[in-house]
């Protein structure tokens, strides 16, 4: 079995910081892109963030200059540092990896955390 657990999220000021951490485990050979999602209340799943596993980043246009993404090949690990934190950025964020299982299987699926809720408000 594989897992992604997120942990991180809260409730938050506006222009305030949080940092969410998505950890991969199970049986897994190799991760590709990791990934931050979010869904708010009434609204589709958008791409927040990507970092493959070379380390190349891919931000949504909110995202941009505010959030970072970052990961830990060892630790099966990946972040999203966010700053600036406004009102809008409230939803669950849920993590996503492009992970490949066994060394004799080259097929890479993609595997969904269960999401943290991130609520911005004064």
């Known amino acids: 079995q594989v897992q992604l657990v997120e942990s991180g999220g809260g409730l938050v000021q506006p222009g305030g910081s949080l940092r969410l951490s998505c950890a991969a485990s199970?049986?897994?050979?190799?991760?590709?892109?990791m990934g931050w999602y979010r869904q708010a209340p009434g609204n589709q799943r958008e791409l927040v963030a990507t970092i493959t596993s070379g380390g190349d980043t891919n931000y949504a246009d909110s995202a941009k200059g505010r959030f970072t993404i970052s990961r830990d090949n060892a630790k099966k690990t990946v972040y999203l540092q966010m700053n600036s934190l406004k009102p809008e950025d409230t939803a669950v964020y849920y993590c996503?990896?492009?992970?490949?299982?066994?060394?004799?299987?080259?097929?890479?699926?993609?595997?969904w955390g269960q999401g943290t809720q991130v609520t911005v408000s004064s």
């Open positions: 996503n990896a492009g992970i490949r299982r066994y060394s004799s299987d080259y097929s890479v699926r993609p595997y």
């Open positions: 199970g049986s897994i050979f190799s991760i590709n892109a």
